[in-house]
């Protein structure tokens, strides 16, 4: 069973661009998860997923946003990049049924450097 | 927000030696993760946790569900080169298959094994 892949793996961007990541889930969940992870504040809940509707948001500005395709693939945007905005984004997938467990299982990042 | 408080930040142990790790939060959880990470690559997951008082194996890895439900520890026996790496803990309110799948991360514990 294929893991969590996370596309592409390393970009560099320029201050004011904007940039798009995608995640593809573990096959058969449907939670979608973004995290951002600076060594100065670790990891930070961005948003999460469930068919294709946000159900929760973290303390981000409004320049990054995301969604979530029926295929349960999801991406996440970032409009107006900053110098700030450099960090390794994490998906996490969890497959979310009444009665099972809740786990999350995260991709390998993708590591954004904006210049 | 909930913050969870991570200790200790760092560790440097002898090769064969135990480990020990723990998170507390100011709030309660329904599921306690353990994940490593190593150098430029996403978390995986070593144990979750679903019930308080849990105590759940995973190899030479050990870890509880405190039962206040504010705490978890993780254990490391015999520690080896490979266990190097950034341990973290998260807490997670979703329950069942149901609620939110967020995840509150720790600072994380930065793990050096002499050999």
């Known amino acids: 069973k294929a893991g969590v892949t996370q596309t592409p793996r390393y970009l560099i961007k320029t201050r004011g661009q904007q940039v798009t990541l995608s995640c593809s889930p573990i096959?058969?969940?449907?939670?979608v998860s973004w995290y951002q992870q600076t060594p100065g504040q670790g990891l930070q809940f961005l948003f999460e997923?469930?068919?294709?509707?946000?159900?929760n948001k973290g303390n981000f500005p409004g320049r990054f946003s995301g969604r979530q395709f029926s295929n349960s693939r999801s991406e996440m945007n970032v409009s107006t990049l900053e110098l700030g905005d450099s960090a390794l984004y994490l998906c996490a997938s969890s497959f979310q049924r009444q009665g099972s467990n809740t786990e999350a299982f995260f991709g390998q990042g993708t590591r954004l450097t904006v210049v | 927000g909930q913050q969870l408080n991570q200790s200790p930040q760092s560790m440097f142990i002898q090769e064969g030696e135990d480990v020990s790790m723990n998170c507390t939060s100011s709030?309660?959880?329904?599921?306690w993760l353990w994940y490593k990470q190593d150098p430029g690559e996403g978390p995986v997951l070593l144990i979750a946790l679903y019930k308080a008082g849990e105590l759940t194996s995973n190899g030479r890895l050990t870890a509880q569900f405190g039962i206040t439900r504010k705490d978890s520890f993780l254990n490391i026996s015999a520690s080896i080169p490979s266990d190097v790496g950034i341990y973290f803990c998260a807490g997670q309110l979703a329950y069942s298959g149901a609620g939110s799948y967020q995840l509150t991360f720790g600072k994380g514990t930065k793990l050096s094994v002499i050999p």
């Open positions: 096959s058969g969940h449907r939670s």
């Open positions: 709030s309660i959880f329904n599921t």
């Open positions: 997923y469930f068919s294709e509707t946000q159900r």
